[in-house]
């Protein structure tokens, strides 16, 4: 929903909701993540493929492309066996006893730093180097976390169920 709240609210690229509906949508979002925002009328503030009524009507978009985009969304589910009964869905069985695993997190650590791109490093300012004469705590550094989200992890609202989460406070 970033790219579609963004694309009117925050960017003002978009003149109406239905517009930036539409421009997402042409642009290859195909469905819209998180938000809670579905209803044709879509309330300020909250911008959803909800307004693609009202972009199809004001000629913004044609059906064919909501068509596209509708199909393309509900093949992933059914190649993934969304649409099965639940006990053909073998994502319906995953034995909770390997969630948040030992082995489960050493794989998603080993991913997270073969991800991470430096894309510019102007004056050589990375890697950090702890000041000669800085803290005797161990790296050298002092990291300020402060406001209201410093202690809560924010994974989004599409994400899995952690149960062993922590945040850099707690």
Do not use: K
Not at 88 to 107: C, F, K, M, W
């Amino acid at each position: 929903d970033m790219a579609l709240g963004g694309g009117q609210t925050d960017h003002e690229w978009a003149g109406s909701q239905a517009e930036a509906a539409a421009d997402a949508l042409l642009a290859g979002a195909d469905m819209a993540l998180g938000g809670g925002c579905d209803s044709a009328n879509v309330p300020p503030g909250c911008i959803s493929f909800g307004a693609l009524p009202n972009a199809t009507t004001q000629g913004l978009i044609d059906q064919t492309s909501v068509d596209q985009a509708l199909s393309r969304v509900l093949r992933a589910r059914f190649r993934l066996g969304l649409m099965d009964p639940p006990h053909l869905n073998p994502y319906t069985r995953i034995d909770q006893g390997v969630v948040d695993s030992p082995e489960h997190r050493a794989l998603a650590l080993v991913a997270a730093r073969q991800s991470v791109v430096l894309l510019t490093n102007p004056d050589g300012l990375l890697p950090l180097s702890p000041p000669p004469s800085s803290s005797t705590r161990q790296g050298g550094f002092t990291v300020g976390v402060v406001g209201p989200n410093a202690d809560v992890a924010a994974f989004g609202n599409y994400n899995g169920s952690n149960p062993n989460y922590t945040t850099i406070v707690a």
